[in-house]
RNA sequence: GCCGAUGUAGCUCAGUUGGCCAGAGCUACUGAUUUGUAAUCAGUGGGUCGGGGGUUCGAAUCCCUCCAUCGGCUCCA
């Protein structure tokens, strides 16, 4: 007999062998039929699998993220097995679960398969479905699985067979389809009920750019038809927000093929809403003693020489501009710290000055692979609200407490409730592709994870995913469309102060080096406002609204008095405008709602009377009137409130 | 950069077996109207059908090529 222990504390006494469904079905039987797979003892594994130890047992269902990953898997064999049908001799990659649904990486040979095809492989994948087939598992030798697939004719599964031990390959088969499989599944494709291929994709085998391209086939499947539909609309709703789309509606920025691509140019609008982001932060980093700097957008060649840069970005960026007496090299800048390194290097400094902070909103340009580039988010220009502090290393860890604690006071003032810090370490596989020494790599990767677990900060480690000079701590949020991107950034460098022999005066009255620390609690203005509209959906918060306020008279006749309210809103900096236009107010309200104006006041006969105004707010409307002052003092106590980040 | 898809007026989109001067709505402009909380009416203007080349009596439509955009891959100081 075996004991096994429940997630609710309960132990059942078993017979060696039992297995997980077994153990469902003993409890209820709606939930044996709701159990997709089981995590024994932290383990995830078939239902089926028999039990031959004590262990704790969770039975997962599509509420487990792991069921829902298992369940997606096993899609990703019953859509290879729908494939396989259409597409005879179809060779396949690798076909994981991913965070909505799955994909299969595939090879159709000269049937190219598109998305004409995604109907009649959905049908198919249902029918298929329907047949409840079991996912049978199979232990087999290395032997008899390169000789199956070496039969098949399956090189991209013989390459990954050749990469596993002996002893642990397993098959997976259901229906007519056996795949190469570690596991888990559920236990039939009967709970399949609902089927949708999302996309068609290009993706170079293993991830390397220079094995062969496979086809890569997204979709995602759902327990019941309700939750696809709902899904679809979910879809539907974050395509809405895209940023590209409300940058347009919204006049904030456009992109010019004349111009070139990649390279955003700001309109009035998103000039305002990213100069009040600008006056914003500046405000906040003087408080916090920082000391603005202004650099120019290019630099001689010598200066990324000595950062190093030039030998590891130079090929893969702009080319240099050459001087055309002298033939001197400039790099247009892709980033700031070399400039400020100079800054710091114009005078000596005492360890008494330390930590100096320059800060500045610099424009960097860089060259990213035509592929790449994506509304403002991955673009070739852009300006980081970049700092560099130069400290004592006594003084890294407090820095960069106040750092997290300033990127926490955006967030918190733009209401980002949800990120995650990433902490990014270096590779210890492959401690070649980074410059600096084992020591101060460990001193800089302790101390900014204990500065994050400090803030409390809800941090996933990724190791390998560090800068080439140094770790660094990104804060990531999703955009509309679940996409993950970077926002603000903290890193500690070792290395440039090293390069540009930066040094200070000491107590005990010796050079020593300084610490750098590079951060942008942004990031980029370019990525973080695109991430900010997706995030409100457009619906700026009023203290940053490009359009604060419009006022909408009833007919031309009170045009007047509309400009009256307008210049006395404009004389305490609210952002007023008036819609002279000859229309009826119907049809002003309605464009200021579209053009998502957070108050629109509408004057008539009897406002200008009696020196009021009818306050209509974006999205809830009729608000009833009041005097314009009043008004006014509304709108500065609202501004006032939010800009100090409450 | 790679794979796939897309590209018609300022915007959103019709126009598919190649065939009269390429269409609609919104926008813009002109006029009428002077309006009370999400679209007043009428008229006018606006397009090298992404660029270039080709096939054809004839191309927005078919082919080639380049460019840009979109979805991914790879990359991201």
């Known amino acids: 007999m075996i004991q096994i222990t429940l997630p609710d504390g309960k132990i059942l006494e078993k017979p060696v062998g039992t297995t997980s469904m077994d153990i469902a079905k003993g409890i209820s039987e709606g939930l044996a039929r709701n159990v997709l797979a089981a995590k024994f003892n932290g383990q995830v594994i078939d239902a089926s699998r028999p039990l031959n130890s004590n262990g704790t047992l969770e039975l997962l269902t599509w509420d487990h993220s792991e069921g829902k990953s298992t369940f997606w898997h ?15 001799g179809i060779k396949f990659g690798i076909g994981p679960p991913i965070e909505n ?24 994948m249902l029918e298929l479905a329907r047949q409840s087939s079991q ?29 596993l031990q002996d002893g642990t390959i397993t098959f997976y088969s259901q229906g007519n389809f056996t795949d190469l499989c570690r596991g888990p599944h559920i236990p039939d494709t009967g709970s399949i009920k609902a089927v949708k291929l999302m996309s068609v994709a290009g993706a170079y085998w293993r991830g390397d750019e220079k094995s062969k391209q496979l086809t890569r086939i997204y979709g995602i499947t759902f327990p019941k038809q309700k939750e696809l539909t709902e899904y679809l609309t979910l879809l539907e709703e974050a395509k809405k927000r895209d940023h590209r789309k409300l940058g347009k509606e919204l006049e904030l920025f456009t992109f010019s093929e004349k111009v070139g691509m990649g390279l955003p140019l700001w309109l009035p609008k998103g000039a305002q809403l990213r100069d009040r982001l600008e006056q914003f932060l500046k405000k906040a980093q003087l408080k916090a003693g920082y000391l603005p700097v202004v650099t120019p957008h290019i630099g001689n060649k010598d200066l990324y020489v000595t950062s190093g840069h030039y030998e590891k970005y130079g090929a ?13 090299e400039f790099f247009l800048k892709p980033m700031n710290c070399p400039h400020h390194c100079e800054i710091y290097k114009s005078k000596p400094h005492s360890y008494k000055e330390l930590p100096i902070r320059y800060a500045e909103f610099g424009t960097v340009y860089r060259y990213e692979q035509s592929g790449e580039l994506h509304g403002l988010t991955r673009v070739r220009g852009f300006t980081q609200d970049d700092a560099h502090l130069f400290c004592r290393p006594d003084q890294v860890k407090d820095e960069f407490i106040k750092v997290i604690d300033l990127v926490l006071f955006v967030f918190r003032a733009l209401d ?44 996933v480690v990724e190791t390998g995913e560090a800068a080439f000079y140094g770790p660094k701590l990104d804060f990531m949020v999703k955009d509309a469309l679940g996409r993950k991107w970077q926002l603000g950034t903290i890193q500690v460098d070792y290395n440039l102060p090293e390069r540009f022999e930066l040094e200070y005066t000491g107590a005990d009255n010796q050079k020593h080096r300084p610490v750098m620390i590079h951060r942008a609690p942004f990031g980029s203005m370019e990525r973080f406002i695109a991430v900010l509209i997706e995030h409100c959906a457009g619906n700026f918060p009023l203290w940053l609204s490009p359009e604060q306020v419009i006022i909408l008279g009833i007919s031309e006749k009170y045009n007047d008095y509309a400009h009256k309210v307008s210049e006395f809103l404009k004389n305490s900096d609210i952002r007023a405008s008036v819609d002279e236009r000859d229309e009826k107010i119907g049809k002003k309200i ?32 009729d608000m009833g009137s009041m005097s314009f002052e009043k008004f006014s003092e509304m709108i500065l106590d609202d501004v006032k409130a939010r800009m100090s980040g409450n």
């Open 416 to 459: 980002f409730k949800e990120f995650i810090a990433q902490v990014s370490l270096r590779d210890p596989e492959n401690k070649t592709k980074y410059i600096g020494t084992d020591e101060n790599w460990e001193k800089a990767e302790r101390a900014i994870v204990e500065a994050a677990a400090e803030r409390g900060l809800n941090t």
């Open 316 to 328: 893969d960026s702009f080319q240099p501009i050459r001087t055309p007496a002298e033939g001197e």
């Open 74 to 88: 096993s899609s990703a064999h019953l859509m290879a097995e729908a494939l396989e049908t259409f597409f005879p």
């Open 101 to 124: 649904g799955f994909y299969y990486d595939v090879d159709p040979g000269d049937q190219p398969i598109s998305s004409e095809d995604f109907k009649k492989i959905e049908d198919k």
């Open 135 to 163: 996912f049978v598992r199979r232990e087999v030798s290395k032997e008899e699985a390169f000789q199956y697939f070496t039969e098949k004719g399956d090189q991209y599964k013989l390459d990954l067979i050749k990469d």
């Open 590 to 621: 309605r464009d200021a709602e579209i053009r998502k104006v957070p108050y629109m006041l509408i004057v008539g006969e009897k406002e200008a009377a009696e020196n009021t105004v009818s306050v209509r707010k974006h999205g809830q409307g």
